[in-house]
């Protein structure tokens, strides 16, 4: 009996094996060329904001960087984009790769570069392509910088193999086919086997090399995934409620809370660019100490890391510091929070190891590439994680920085 019950968990087990490869072993069809033309006038549309080009290649609805929202809700934010950054611009400079997914999606992998301002930047990025009504249509836009931030992983099930096509129909004609070899392996299943002994489970095999088993034990392998599917389901919940409520019993949001990220991340990333114009480039260069960004006010890494470095150089004259951006939606009234302890901790740190004096660079009110009030501080001036009013004043800054050589320092 026990020899018995370990052959019924083998022939279980290699139905189950069975099913997948044959399932997992199927190549699908992808037309890379009419992929390919959808993703060109998707740039297209970014780039002359078409919004009927958007709505030539949108589905009715989208994952967009992270969200599921409407096509109409997509269009808005790139319209908000668009007017936020009026010199905006994007250019694809890899080519794209395809990667057909197990829930019916094509994931297109591209490096796009993007003009902010005043140069262009690379991110990695990402469109989600779905077959549908005999035309592909984009139903996901992101790249891998936000997903990064947002802690944000797809779940689009586990990737195909493809072999490109010149009719978009056999897309769908394929994943049919999938459907159907299944059932004709579970209705194999139902009638070649009835005897009880393993002797009779073994001798009935098909001409796929496919193991029979008995109608009773497809619904054991049923109720198990179910019941595992179940416990997943359950957990993941459990888990989804413990990390929306706040220690006081509040519940938080998680849509907005991520909306809230974005629109940090936007402001704090135009507000950076507005402070390398107050910098002459004749004399400064700036770089990024560390390629992780630092979004919102906080920083993507073990440790403290400013916005940039400039390096000043006017004939014989050389100078280096450190400058940490920082943008306030709201004219400061009484008393500002910097940042938190640990950080202002590690920006002293920095300056000590590598002997580079640190900058504040404070914008409030207004908007972030045109702040109402700015402020220049040394990181030496603050020693704890607020700061007054009244003692910011001092530092208040308007017009271009320029390096002193009788003081040696940035004003």
């Known amino acids: 009996m026990k020899n018995f019950g370990s052959t019924r968990f083998a022939i279980l087990f290699t139905v189950c094996f069975a099913i997948c490869n044959a399932l997992v072993a199927q190549r699908i069809g992808v037309n890379t060329q009419e992929v390919e033309t959808l993703i060109q006038e998707w740039n297209f549309a970014n780039n002359s ?5 958007f709505r030539n290649v949108y589905g009715d609805k989208l994952l967009f960087y992270t969200q599921n929202i409407s096509e109409r809700k997509a269009i808005q ?20 790769t395809y990667t057909p997914y197990t829930s019916g999606l094509i994931k297109c992998d591209f490096t796009k570069e993007v003009y902010e301002t005043s140069r262009w930047k690379k991110y990695p990025s990402y469109l989600l392509v779905s077959y549908e009504d005999k035309r592909y249509q984009i139903v996901g836009e992101s790249d891998n910088a936000t997903d990064r931030v947002l802690k944000f992983s797809l779940d689009i099930g586990e990737p195909m193999t493809f072999e490109n096509i010149a009719d978009a129909d056999t897309l769908h004609a394929d994943s ?4 159907k070899m299944s059932s004709s392996v579970l209705d194999s299943m139902k009638s070649l086997l009835q005897a009880d002994r393993v002797s009779s489970m073994f001798s009935d095999v098909s001409a796929m090399g496919v193991v029979m088993v008995p109608k009773s034990y497809v619904y054991i392998l049923i109720g198990i995934l179910t019941l595992g599917g179940l416990m997943i389901f359950a957990a ?37 660019d507005f402070v390398v114009t107050l910098f002459d480039p004749l004399y400064f260069r700036y770089k990024r100490p560390k390629a992780e960004r630092v979004y919102a006010g906080k920083i993507a890494g073990d440790e403290p890391t400013p916005d940039f470095i400039f390096e000043f150089t006017q004939k014989d004259v ?3 510091f450190a400058v940490k951006c920082q943008y306030y939606k709201h004219v400061a009234k009484n008393e500002v929070h910097l940042f938190p302890a640990d950080v202002v901790r590690g920006f002293r740190q920095f300056e000590q190891e590598k002997e580079m004096d640190v900058y504040y660079i404070l914008g409030f009110g207004g908007a ?9 501080l040394p990181a030496k001036a603050i020693e704890d994680e607020y700061v007054t009013k009244g003692e910011l004043r001092r530092y208040s800054k308007s017009g271009m920085f320029y390096y002193s050589n009788k003081t040696r320092r940035i004003h």
């Open 318 to 320: 050389h100078a280096q």
């Open 49 to 53: 904001r078409n919004t009927e080009s």
């Open 176 to 179: 049919q086919s999938i459907s």
């Open 77 to 96: 934010l790139k319209q908000q984009l668009f007017k936020l950054k009026p010199n905006f611009e994007q250019r694809i400079i890899t080519p794209i």
């Open 236 to 272: 993941d919940s459990a888990q989804s409620k413990k990390r929306a409520r706040l220690p006081g019993g509040a519940m938080i949001q998680t849509q907005d809370e991520a909306e809230q990220v974005v629109r940090d991340f936007k402001m704090q990333s135009v507000f950076e």
């Open 368 to 376: 972030p590439d045109d702040p109402k009030e700015l402020f220049f």
